[in-house]
């Protein structure tokens, strides 16, 4: 069935003036952005804009994109690329789904400071964190066998690491499940056997250093001219040109005083 | 229509000097990154070219297609075949309907999913027309009758570079032949396969593969490709808790083999596959011959081939009283104008202690309605003239007259089959020499199977050693195919053309696994298998394949064997099958 984007306008029409009534912005989608970074976001701009509330659900990036096409958020954050099928539903409701990047992210490897171990190429990331290389001694480190820390099942960097550095494999059953970056750092930081991967906020956590990843060490500026092995952009989706105080929100978020508090989140700014 | 981030990445395109071939979304991604590193396009103006070319791949049909994340790769595949088949079969004991000729129409389809989970975990499924385990045929009949689909294949499954393990039902990983495995047969349960050629340990490359495709190459130095497979196949499913003991034990699979390929070049090598193959004693539904592999109660050996003589033809028998004496009976059946005139048995006829050596009995008779002589012709393998374990029994005669054939046998009670009665303990030991000839890949191929439980079956599960026509020989136990193969049919203009021979006795393989279409998939039998392929196109094949079979023994009758659901009910079994082929 072909929709007419008329009718279709008409019918979302109703449910398009409950979100934008009073100066309420609804934001939906990655636990990523959504944990720490954008509710921040929200605050300053409140502070800014005192008229504006907002509703946040960090519930993964997925949700959000859906809720967009569902007519019930304003902006989908998401830490990953819109896919075929999201577009095409979107396209059946006469919508397109317009991406925004609004921060970089780097994911860094850390070891223990103590650890000989100077660098590591991306094949051997994979084959660590899935256990296929299992000593340290394989890496030219002293002998030793590899403690592994990672984020728990439910971290949306969890799947983004699995995803961006071993090719979707599992990870190593002896893994360890921490709940946030300054678990894992800690971790690291006691355990000379002991390797993680954190945010850049992390790296100079006490006892960790961060190794470069084929050649390229973590930085803001490796990560933004996507040298680094490990980055992604994340962003702010909406449906077609963000309008009204979903505009004002992501030229916010964008500009100077959203991106400064990008980078004290953590991430690295786009500009 | 395109945006204007779409031209500006066509403008980009052309001031790099790209040429103007249609890009896609799905391999724009890195010629975006590298205008973007180039400084070209800005990070957000690359994320709106990608948003772009989404929006025009997500129009597509494979644009809306919604894949699981954990899937890494999708091979969706599968085949129609249309089928001509014409089969003639003629009974071992011919009664008054001993031959049965048929033709049909019939198609096979087969869907074919092959899911990677990752570099080591996989997944596959297979619909197919068609419930029998061994073929996917289904005729058209029915008055324009839908059809219906059945899961043929749903396993999954964990692979490195060496080992490989299987679970479901799944395709065959035996190296065999359709003497003891019908290819069409998916079987169900645990599989495993090592491949020593593989491992670091033997030249291997060894560590995981890494690209979600399969395992890697062996080294191209090596000669040898040594593997062992090993599975565990559920064959049906009692319930444990069943008080009769015959009823609460599963029916199980068990089969191990050791597959060696030497290589002398790349196009010539050798491969023997000895392996061993295993049935347990236990209750069985489902098959189509499961009657004599199964804990089952007395049945009758059937009624269509009682001595009862209704035609209007001549009859001769010999009968055993109960002393196991010999006495001939000639029956002129019919009218007045038939007489006999001689009945002469060319050895003892009674009364004798011991006669060895077949006996023959013949009889003529004139008639009055075709002018002629009519010879009516008995014959016996063997047996004695006074034999009491032949009490109360008549053996098969026949008598010919106008081109008509009437024969009598005895119908009697065979007992229940208890206890451990389905146990098959097989040996086999395919194998093929292959070659180039002229270009073309040939091979010499063969199988062999020898079933060291086979007296056993003969006697007491056929129970022929007390109700059946002869006693118990070696080759019953044996089955062996030889076979020559010139070319193959993997691309447009490629032939093929084989022919293979063999001899199946009675008591050698399990013919609910071997192939159907060779004598329906009865045993004591021997014959050809030939045919030729032609590929007209990479995907259209058509094929003719011819079968002629006969009996091995064709003295061999009784017991289980040619009683109503026996295995062995043929005397001949033709058939040929014109095929169309196309895969997609």
């Known amino acids: 069935m072909k929709l007419n984007p008329f009718i279709t306008a008409t019918a979302l029409l109703p449910l398009m003036a409950t979100l934008a009534h009073a100066g309420k912005v609804v934001i939906k989608g990655s636990d990523t952005l959504g944990a720490k970074l954008v509710p921040q976001l929200a605050e300053a701009f409140k502070a800014q804009s005192p008229g504006t509330s907002f509703e946040i659900a960090a519930e993964g990036s997925t949700t959000g994109i859906a809720a967009l096409i569902d007519g019930t958020a304003n902006i989908g954050m998401s830490s990953r690329r819109t896919k075929p099928t999201e577009v095409s539903e979107a396209g059946a409701k006469g919508l397109t789904l317009k991406p925004t990047i609004v921060a970089f992210d780097g994911i860094a490897i850390i070891v223990n400071s103590a650890n000989p171990v100077k660098e590591l190429t991306k094949k051997q990331v994979e084959q660590i964190f899935t256990g296929d290389i299992t000593d340290w001694s394989a890496l030219g480190g002293m002998a030793g066998k590899i403690s592994i820390y990672t984020r728990n099942t439910s971290s949306g960097t969890f799947s983004d690491f699995k995803e961006l550095a071993m090719k979707k494999r599992d990870y190593a059953k002896s893994s360890q499940k921490l709940a946030g970056n300054e678990q894992i750092a800690a971790e690291v930081g006691k355990n000379p056997s002991g390797i993680g991967y954190v945010g850049l906020a992390y790296i100079k956590a006490s006892g960790v250093k961060a190794l470069p990843v084929d050649n390229v060490a973590p930085s803001q500026a490796s990560i933004r001219a996507h040298n680094y092995a490990f980055w992604r952009p994340t962003f702010y989706y909406t449906a077609g040109e963000p309008s009204g105080d979903a505009k004002a929100f992501l030229d916010f978020t964008i500009g100077p005083k959203g991106q400064a508090i990008v980078n004290s989140v953590g991430f690295v700014p786009i500009k | ?584």
């Open chain 2, 1 to 584: 229509m395109h945006s204007k981030y779409t031209l500006k990445l066509a403008a980009a395109l052309a001031a790099i000097g790209c040429t103007a071939a249609p890009l896609h979304a799905q391999d724009a991604g890195a010629l975006v990154d590298k205008l973007i590193k180039k400084g070209i396009l800005t990070d957000q103006e690359g994320e709106e070219v990608r948003a772009d070319m989404m929006k025009d791949f997500s129009q597509t049909n494979a644009g809306k297609i919604n894949l699981s994340n954990s899937v890494t790769a999708l091979k969706l595949y599968g085949d129609l075949r249309m089928r001509w088949t014409y089969t003639d079969t003629q009974a071992q004991v011919p009664d008054g309907n001993d031959v049965n000729q048929r033709s049909r129409w019939q198609y096979r389809l087969r869907l074919n999913a092959d899911i990677n989970l990752g570099p080591d975990w996989f997944a596959g499924i297979q619909l197919q027309t068609g419930q029998t385990p061994d073929s996917g045929n289904q005729t058209f009949s029915g008055g324009f009758n839908n059809d219906s689909i059945f899961i043929s294949r749903a396993y999954l499954g964990w692979q490195n570079d060496w080992l490989r393990i299987v679970a479901g039902k799944q395709a065959n990983p035996f190296y065999t032949t359709d003497l003891v495995w019908d290819p069409d047969i998916q079987p169900a349960g645990l599989t495993e396969k090592i491949s020593f050629h593989k491992m670091p340990l033997f030249g291997g490359s060894g560590g995981p593969s890494g690209d979600g495709k399969g395992v890697a190459e062996p080294s191209r130095d090596n000669p040898w490709e040594v593997s062992l497979i090993g599975g565990q196949f559920i064959f049906g499913d009692n319930n444990e808790f069943a008080n009769t003991s015959n009823l609460n034990s599963d029916p199980w699979i068990f089969q191990e083999q050791l597959v060696a390929t030497y290589k002398f070049n790349k196009d010539t090598s050798v491969t023997v596959a000895p392996s061993f193959l295993a049935e347990n004693a236990a209750h069985m539904t489902g098959t189509i011959n499961k009657l004599p592999f199964s804990d089952e109660g007395a049945i009758s050996s059937g009624t269509t081939a009682v001595q009862t003589t209704v035609q209007e033809v001549d009859n001769v028998a010999i009968s055993y009283n109960a002393a196991g004496v010999p006495t001939k009976t000639i029956t002129p059946l019919t009218t007045t104008t038939t007489t006999q005139t001689t009945i002469t048995p060319n050895n003892k006829t009674s009364g004798a202690a011991t006669v060895s050596g077949p006996r023959k009995i013949s009889a003529t008779a004139s008639s009055s309605r075709n002018g002629g002589v009519i010879t009516l012709v008995g014959s016996k393998a063997s047996g004695v003239a006074t034999d009491p374990s032949k009490a109360n029994q008549t053996f098969t005669s026949t008598a010919t007259r106008q081109n008509q054939t009437v024969s009598t046998t005895n119908n009697v009670t065979l007992p229940a089959v208890n206890g451990e009665t389905r146990a098959l303990h097989i040996l086999t030991a395919p194998g093929d020499i292959s070659f180039k000839i002229g270009g073309l890949k040939s091979k010499l191929y063969w199988d062999f199977a020898y079933n060291v439980s086979g007296r056993n079956r003969f006697d007491n599960v056929y129970q022929l050693k007390d109700f059946g026509s002869r006693p118990y020989k070696a080759r019953d136990s044996i089955a062996w195919l030889v076979g020559f193969q010139l070319g193959e049919t993997k691309k447009k203009g490629d032939w093929v053309a084989y022919l293979n021979y063999r001899e199946t006795g009675i008591a050698s393989v399990d013919p609910n696994l071997n192939d159907d279409d060779s004598a329906q998939s009865a045993l004591n039998m021997r014959g050809f298998k030939l045919g030729i392929g032609y590929a007209i196109t990479d995907f259209v094949v058509i094929n003719a394949t011819g079968y002629m079979f006969w009996n091995l023994d064709q003295g061999l009758s009784g017991g289980r064997a040619t009683s109503v659901g026996g295995i062995a009910p043929y005397n001949t079994s033709n058939t040929v099958q014109l095929d169309f082929n196309i895969k997609f």
